[in-house]
């Protein structure tokens, strides 16, 4: 699928962020950020399990990689915009601070959520798979064959 | 979005949701008798014991036939946000549901010899219920129950089927009662 044709992306994005982000951080920059919107639960926070798909190569048949924990939970803000977050583990505040950033990010404050939990989110996500990406980095093994000079 | 199509469901699922079970359970097991359910505030047209029905059987596994004027968008929101039930053809349905006129029940599934169970329960929606009209017999009955239902012939051929055949819920507002394929009608 074209991703930059999705008109859902973006929401796609900010959802799979806050799914992947550490509860202890979006709990710190929720307070930091100092908001109490008054809102309705429409689903109250609960805890199950997601089946994980995956593609060999991302073009195979499709296979089961194996169940993971997901907490969910749906909220409605007073003026009827709703916001549902799906984040990994079974922390419920973190699934109602998810559902709140979704609902807030629907609306005009959209901009300051952006840059005071948002950003600071990115950033810790990419300096985790930087690392990531540097362990694995160190243990890669370059094949080459050197001329044995036969003829 | 306007915030009425989502919400309305089971304020506390588990609980709320034995309730309304047990209360299906005893109008499934003793047809005629009528029970009231509750707990969910559906978007109209459908109505209380209807949508109770649905939350508390249906679920990502279970095709949902809606018929006629049931079938609308802010029913199909509320009914996926709550269960997750896939929307289906007639002949796919595990559940059909709509007013007696608008359902064709000869498309529905009526289950095979082998698997009787892989057959419909059919959700009718009727103005009202009262122990009056049709005389039912059969298992769970002790003698004769009374129910007002909607067409004889049509659910005397239903009966002939078994074991084989279609279930029935009739609901009114918060009232259900139910006629599974065993109960002989006249």
């Known amino acids: 699928m074209d991703g930059s044709s999705d008109p859902n992306a973006p929401r796609k994005a900010w959802l799979s962020l806050l799914a992947r982000s550490a509860p202890a951080d979006v709990a710190r920059l929720w307070e930091a950020a100092g908001l109490a919107p008054a809102h309705d639960v429409l689903r109250a926070p609960e805890i199950g399990a997601v089946m994980v798909r995956g593609r060999a190569g991302a073009v195979g048949a499709p296979f089961n990689l194996g ?44 901009a300051g959520i952006e840059s005071a939990i948002l950003a600071p989110l990115r950033d810790a996500a990419n300096t985790r798979r930087d690392a990531r990406a540097k362990r694995a980095a160190a243990t890669k093994v370059d094949f080459f064959t050197v001329a044995r000079g036969e003829d | 979005m306007p915030q009425t199509t989502l919400a309305g469901g089971f304020a506390d699922p588990p609980q709320d949701a034995a309730q309304a079970f047990r209360g299906i359970m005893q109008a499934m097991a003793r047809p005629g008798r009528i029970e009231t359910v509750g707990g969910v505030r559906p978007p109209a047209p459908l109505s209380v014991a209807a949508a109770t029905l649905l939350l508390t059987l249906c679920d990502p596994d279970t095709g949902l036939y809606l018929a006629g004027a049931c079938d609308t968008p802010a029913v199909r ?23 007696w006129h608008d359902i064709d029940l000869s498309v529905l599934p009526i289950g095979t010899p082998e698997y009787p169970d892989r057959s419909a329960t059919v959700i009718v929606e009727v103005p009202n219920l009262t122990h009056g009209g049709a005389k039912l017999r059969g298992p769970g009955i002790k003698d004769i129950a009374m129910l ?35 109960t002989k009608v006249t």
């Open chain 2, 77 to 99: 929101d509320w009914i996926t946000f709550h269960t997750g039930a896939p929307f289906v053809a007639p002949a796919d349905a595990t559940f059909a549901l709509g007013a």
């Open chain 1, 67 to 110: 169940e993971m924990t997901v907490t969910r939970t749906t909220v409605a803000l007073t003026g009827g915009i709703v916001g549902h977050g799906y984040v990994q583990g079974r922390d419920k505040a973190h699934a109602t601070h998810a559902a709140l950033i979704d609902a807030l990010m629907q609306t005009d404050a959209a």
């Open chain 2, 148 to 182: 007002n239902l909607p067409d004889l012939p049509a659910l005397q051929q239903n009966a002939a089927l078994f074991p084989l055949g279609l279930d029935f819920f009739f609901t009114s507002g918060a009232d259900l009662a139910a006629l599974p394929r065993s």
